[in-house]
């Protein structure tokens, strides 16, 4: 998933939760457009950072397979070395 697109989902959770929450609030906001802006920014914001932690998830899941490969490669060594 590319960095434009969760972050689109993001802002645009974030605006529908701010339109959410001020309806709730039954009484007229002075400036909704600024609330509206905090709300996109805080949502593109959270989407971009899930997108860095799906990036670095995925960096140590390859780590990880690496490092059992190379265990396994080892192991496979020392087996047919020792039954030489």
């Known amino acids: 998933m590319a960095p434009f697109v969760s972050t689109f989902v993001g802002g ?3 605006l529908i939760t701010g339109m959410y ?4 609030q039954g009484r007229t ?3 909704p457009h600024i609330s509206y802006a905090i709300f996109t920014a805080a949502g ?3 989407g971009f950072k899930y997108y860095e932690f799906k990036q670095y998830e995925g960096q140590l ?3 990880r ?3 059992l490969l190379e265990k396994r490669a ?3 060594a020392a087996a047919a070395e020792a039954s030489s």
Not at 21 to 24: Q, V
């Open 65 to 67: 397979r690496e490092m």
């Open 21 to 24: 929450s001020m309806g709730l």
């Open 12 to 14: 645009t959770i974030g």
């Open 74 to 76: 080892l192991r496979q």
């Open 29 to 31: 906001v002075m400036k």
């Open 44 to 46: 593109s914001y959270l």
């Open 61 to 63: 899941i390859e780590k």
